[in-house]
């Protein structure tokens, strides 16, 4: 199994992007699936999760901001995030849990993209 996150960039405050992750061999949306984020110097951290019927959790930094879904076929798990801030400046990862439920705890997941790059200047 290979998750593949895309969608990161350069913006500037205020803007928006979407990050997609699709993996090979596995169905995204058949298990929960979350979306970390980790910044130059700082440890990973939890950003969304997404659970097998579609129930979803925010970090209290995003929410609000940011939103966690799927596509219908449940290949692609999605990460829209409006608003950016330069403290969402981060390397931001995609994961697929072990079970159908997402969690906070990145023990729980099984596999996990390389992540993509997002820098927010201001």
């Known amino acids: 199994v290979q998750l593949q996150a895309s969608g990161g960039g350069l913006v500037q405050a205020g803007d928006s992007l979407r990050l997609t992750c699709v993996a090979s061999g596995r169905t995204l949306g058949d298990y929960g699936a979350g979306w970390f984020r980790q910044a130059p110097g700082e440890e990973r951290e939890f950003v969304a999760g997404l659970d097998w019927s579609g129930g979803t959790s925010y970090a209290d930094s995003v929410r609000d901001r940011f939103t966690i879904s799927r596509d219908d076929a449940k290949i692609a798990v999605y990460l829209q995030m409006n608003n950016l801030k330069p403290e969402d400046t981060a390397r931001y990862f995609c994961?697929?849990?072990?079970?159908?439920?997402?969690?906070?705890?990145?023990?729980?997941?099984?596999?996990w993209g390389r992540g993509t790059l997002v820098t927010v200047s201001s």
């Open positions: 994961a697929s849990s072990r079970t159908l439920g997402w969690s906070r705890v990145e023990t729980e997941y099984t596999h």
